[in-house]
């Protein structure tokens, strides 16, 4: 299939999807042969397409709660706000709006449409020398294996050794095809694939990469101990941040910085694959991320994290909203809301490995090596604890206080939600009516449209 440059917009299971019409803007040029190899290099340039990543595990996490009755009544004003609401609110259906496809769904999809294309199309290209393309190749993989691990935590029920087997994943397409019938493939095949993709690629990569939009060896490694984190492989989890970190291992000090020196995302060197949420900027209303009172409690005005990545109510030039919502889209350069691997998430993947091990002052070390770099060093008290269920809890509570609207506290939230430690019923009220999360509650897995269901009856819905 010779096709890499007349990529249409309609998407495998998908329907249309824009984010092809950069290629088309590309490819009609006239300058570029489909067989060549460098084309799939320049392809996988293209940041649209490769960094972009999902919204609606921020909207559905606990570090927001909008309380502000002037921000619901804006939310309410728009069909364009139906999907934030539905997602706040843990609906069982998110895209409702009349032919709205989900923006989550089309643009992870997308991404590993092309994936596959470079993977496939790239071995019989001319021009390229083997090295090349096996670089190439790699990244795909890389950037694959990411979408996939994303897809599966947000259209899937948690890993569960017991159960992964036989679990409802996601479809699991690895060709260029657009007229294949498609059905979920079991989560344990998903993750499979993640970790096949990842361990086939790395060796491939350099160990980092001229630019944080490309993936790297620190980078597979890095989305290997996600995965394994994800999967409960604690120990192996541990180990491959280690190899990430062996490779990239730099903390922004925030006691030496301001928010006008803060490093811009492309150029933050604690990012390790920089993966940005492919809708416009969250940090404006009405769909700006309210903080909680739980999550500003654990923070404490002391944290820089406080003072650089939230703003009070009042810069919004409203008397209408009240507490503080999440800046770190604003600062150093807008949409610097990673949600890719970084080395406070390697850091803090080794710790919650080493507590779970039983070492208390190893997993304190490592969480404590994060906290140096969040606090003056006068504010600065370290993390303590006694018995090994203690340092976890302090860890998780670490992970939230760094990772917070950045999607991966709604993955923990997932993960976490049958551990005793960390149980919870969460409720939030949006318009005068409360709605409430169990732990054993259905909505922890996002629907899959029907949309989607209607050309491919054999993806079944999700509970």
């Not at 690895?174 to 694939?193: F, I, M």
């Not at 900027?281 to 309210?290: D, K, L, Q, V």
């Not at 691997?341 to 919650?352: D, F, N, T, W």
Request: glycine letters at 4%.
């Amino acid at each position: 299939m010779k096709q890499v440059f007349n990529i249409i917009t309609s998407i495998i299971l998908l329907s249309a999807v824009t984010g092809c019409k950069k290629y088309v803007d590309i490819k009609t040029q006239g300058s570029l042969v489909p067989q060549e190899t460098y084309n799939f290099r320049y392809l996988l340039n293209n940041t649209y397409t490769f960094e972009a990543t999902v919204r609606m595990p921020d909207m559905a996490a606990d570090d927001i709660n909008i309380i502000d009755s002037a921000q619901m009544a804006q939310l309410a004003t728009s069909t364009f706000y139906t999907y934030f609401v539905n997602a706040y609110t843990w609906q069982p259906a998110v895209y409702t709006v009349l032919g709205e496809s989900d923006a989550e769904w089309d643009r992870m999809y997308n991404l590993i449409y092309n994936c596959n294309v470079i993977i496939t199309e790239t071995p019989g290209s001319t021009g390229g020398t083997d090295s090349l393309k096996n670089v190439i190749i790699a990244e795909a993989k890389v950037h694959r294996a990411d979408a996939y691990l994303t897809l599966v935590n947000m259209y899937a029920k948690p890993y569960n050794a017991a159960t992964a087997n036989t679990d409802e994943g996601v479809p699991l397409v690895t060709a260029p095809t657009l007229d294949a019938k498609l059905s979920r493939a079991p989560v344990a095949e998903v993750y499979k694939l993640i970790i096949d993709d990842l361990t086939s690629a790395y060796a491939y990569l350099p160990k980092q990469n001229l630019f944080n939009t490309l993936p790297s060896r620190a980078a597979a490694f890095a989305i290997l101990a996600r995965a394994n984190l994800y999967m409960g492989n604690y120990e192996q989890a541990g180990n491959w941040a280690d190899s990430s970190l062996a490779i990239q291992n730099t903390l922004n000090n925030l006691s030496t910085l301001t928010t006008f020196s803060y490093p811009a995302r492309l150029k933050d060197p604690e990012i390790i694959l920089s993966k940005i949420s492919h809708a416009s900027s969250n940090a404006w209303m009405p769909t700006a991320f309210r903080l909680s009172d739980s999550l500003l409690n654990l923070l404490g005005t002391n944290d820089l994290r406080y003072s650089f990545f939230t703003i009070p109510a009042s810069d919004f030039s409203s008397t209408l909203y009240t507490g503080r919502f999440f800046s770190k889209e604003r600062i150093g350069s807008y949409d610097n809301r990673n949600l890719g691997p970084s080395v406070p998430e390697m850091i803090l993947i080794k710790a919650e490995a080493l507590a779970r091990k039983g070492d208390v002052s190893g997993a304190l070390a490592k969480a404590n090596t994060l906290r140096q770099n969040r606090f003056t060093t006068a504010a600065y008290t370290p993390l303590t604890a006694t018995t090994a269920n203690e340092a976890l809890v302090q860890v998780i509570k670490e992970r939230q206080r760094e990772f917070f609207c950045r999607g991966l506290r709604w993955f923990d939230m997932r993960r976490l939600k049958n551990d005793p430690l960390f149980t919870q019923t969460i409720t939030r009220k949006f318009r005068g009516v409360t709605y409430t999360l169990e732990p054993n509650s259905n909505r922890y897995v996002f629907p899959i449209s029907d949309y989607y269901r209607q050309f491919n009856p054999g993806i079944t819905a999700n509970p």
